[in-house]
């Protein structure tokens, strides 16, 4: 089973929305998607606008309101294949926790940004060379987006970040997701190779 772990401040914004995405997309693939936050919030359902949000992306009502906020800690960071931040602050946190995930750990568009970089050949190269596991080749996947770094030159900081839109209104909750989702589509298109 290849994981995933997608993280943002409060766990109550993004990164759910972040998780649902991937997990209706990627379903009925072996994968396992959680999410965190960095800040300490624990146990609060997601806003209303991030609900309304992931209904309009067609996640199931119960899925959203089955969500609760996750603090993140040094376990959680123990399992996972990929963690799909949605700053390069989140980035720097969870590098804070468990340095030895950085090659695996982005933000979510600049994971994208990367992997756009690679052809349909290319990554299910990856995939296949890794071995017969889907987990194996789905980190196989990740390996060759992550050697993408040492060649694409780097994005400005904010222009990797999926914005925050937390108490500013339904507009920017429209413009966080406008970011967050081709970023998503960008990951399903990647792992989906490798997981298939």
Known sequence: MFEIL?????NICRSPLAEQLIRMRLAPLPVRVRSAGTYWLENEPMTPEAVRLAAGFGVPAEDSAAHRSHHLTEQDLVSPDLVLTMTRGHQRDVAALAPSIA???FPVREFARLSATLTDDELQDAARSAGADAAVRGRGVVA?????????????DLDDDVADPFGQGWAAYQHSAAQLEPAVDEVVRALHFALS
């Open 6 to 10: 997608t993280v943002c401040t409060g």
């Open 103 to 105: 090659r695996s750990t």
């Open 144 to 156: 060759a987006i992550a050697s993408r770094r040492e060649e694409v030159p780097p994005a400005a």
